[in-house]
């Protein structure tokens, strides 16, 4: 999954300079765009790969994403929207495009998702052993999908609620509003599986 040879840059010059910087660069110097590649591939593969489940085409879909931004880099302008928000951004339309012309209902590993390390601040909702981490995989399933995309942009991608709003073109507010929300959601779903269990556990006979 490599587009540029890194001997054909100055990694430690040019690795320096910020996003804005680069960006910039870019423009006219493709080794620039390198960079930016090398900084950012990880994170959009693992973006994509938590959107599609598989690895083959979240390497398919990274590359494209890299070949996009790469092909529109000349017109590109912060305007607010930082170059890692574009990214995803563009991740988050080709994903989309993907399901739609594949009418593929959207999967994410859960699994992998947290076992990647996915906590909550809640400890009703934290996966301390393997019923815990069971009855959590099952209430994040059941979330919508925008809910689970942004645990996956929250705790996959590490990004700040400013970041997941560019993304989603949402308010910072918003984000922070509907990451409450999904956390109380979370939580209320796991309480509700707990006591559904306990109410049909058959009672222990006393001897």
């Known amino acids: ?19 804005s910087e680069l960006v910039e660069l870019a423009k006219t110097r493709q080794e620039a765009f390198g960079v930016l590649y090398e900084r950012y591939v990880e994170k959009i593969y693992r973006y994509i790969y938590y959107r599609t489940g598989n690895h083959h085409d979240a ?9 996009r931004a790469l092909a529109h880099i000349e017109t590109y302008t912060e305007r ?16 989309a495009n993907w399901h739609r012309d594949r009418g593929r209902r959207k999967i994410i590993p859960l699994e992998e998702f947290v076992s990647s390390g996915l906590h909550f601040d809640s400890p009703d909702a934290h ?7 069971r009855q959590l995989l099952a209430a994040i399933e059941r979330l ?22 560019e993304i989603l073109d ?24 707990q006591t559904g269990r306990a109410a049909a556990a058959p009672e222990t006979r006393q001897v």
């Open 144 to 165: 919508p999908e925008e809910r689970q995309q942004l645990l996956i942009l929250k705790f996959v991608a590490q990004l700040s609620n400013a970041e997941i709003g």
């Open 1 to 19: 999954m490599k587009l540029f040879n890194r001997s054909k840059f100055n990694v430690r010059d040019l690795a320096r300079l910020d996003d």
């Open 170 to 193: 949402r308010t910072e507010g918003a984000i922070k509003s509907l990451y409450h929300r999904t956390l109380i959601a979370l939580r209320d779903d796991i309480q509700t599986q």
């Open 80 to 95: 607010g929207v930082p170059f890692q928000a574009w990214l995803y951004r563009i991740a988050h339309n080709l994903v």
């Open 59 to 67: 390497e398919d879909l990274t590359a494209a994403v890299f070949h």
């Open 127 to 133: 996966a301390e052993d393997e019923e815990e981490r």
